[in-house]
């Protein structure tokens, strides 16, 4: 699996983990601990877990998948952080069925929202699951980027489609179960008690940039990485991101 850490990262994780790893270290200044209490819901088999781990802090994945904790737990022996990663079978919906609320000083919800009932308790879940000021990292699919992909492939009516759909989707054949905008991200994060930081979109061109292109032209894929860093913050590209980043912090 790519490492967010590294100089070539994925370009599905760079500007994510860039803006989480920032979070973290004022979350260390702020409480006067290098090491921080971790919670990543959906954390799969630790994409983000394993480098949060790396940086010396304590890290529990919740999900649902027994292959993916399994994967989770070969990975961090395999990078030497097994004593820091913790992985307990659950979801969003049962979160206080397996971990304590008010517990952790940063929460990863990363690819969750999409896939649950009721995304507003979701959220909720993950704001009741920190301490006072604690860190939120939301990430979920957004409507503006799968509307442009369908409308750069061709398929018209699938993106008219999923610019009125409610849940974003383009039709009884697409993958994603519901997408969202900012607006609807941000008001999600107010609404269950934490202030947001900061929105970011992500994979603004890395979907509508040939594969090939990055991986044969020189220097291809670091300009790639600097040219969706520099966009991610602009909302004027929010909208057709792929995916929508909010950073939120608990209200104390």
């Known amino acids: 699996m790519p490492d967010p850490t590294r100089p070539r990262a994925s370009l599905r994780t760079a500007v994510v983990w860039d803006v989480l790893k920032d979070a973290l270290d004022r979350r260390v200044k702020a409480s006067g601990t290098d090491a921080l209490d971790v919670l990543d819901t959906g954390g799969g088999s630790g994409n983000f877990a394993v480098p949060a781990a790396r940086l010396g802090h304590r890290v529990t994945v919740v999900d649902p998948s027994p292959n993916a904790l399994f994967a989770l737990e070969r990975r961090a022996a395999e990078s030497g952080v097994a004593d820091r990663v913790r992985g307990v079978q659950g979801d969003i919906h049962g979160l206080f069925d397996v971990v304590e609320r008010g517990s952790y000083d940063a929460v990863l919800c990363h690819g969750v929202l999409e896939y649950v009932d009721d ?37 018209f009516t699938e993106a008219r489609t999923a610019l009125s759909d409610p849940a974003g989707r383009w039709g009884a054949g697409d993958p994603v179960p519901r997408r969202f905008t900012a607006e609807q991200l941000t008001e999600l994060v107010g609404a269950a008690g ?59």
């Open 119 to 155: 995304p507003a308790e979701g959220v909720r879940n993950a704001v009741d699951a920190l301490r006072p000021s604690g860190a939120l990292s939301l990430l979920a699919a957004g409507l503006g980027g799968a509307v442009l992909a369908r409308a750069l492939a061709g398929h």
């Open 194 to 252: 934490a202030e947001v930081g900061a929105v970011h979109g992500v994979r603004v061109f890395a979907d509508l940039v040939p594969g090939v292109l990055v991986d044969t032209e020189p220097g291809a894929l670091e300009a790639l990485l600097k040219l969706e860093a520099a966009a991610a913050e602009l909302p004027a590209f929010h909208s057709v991101a792929t995916q929508l980043h909010v950073l939120g912090e608990k209200r104390a």
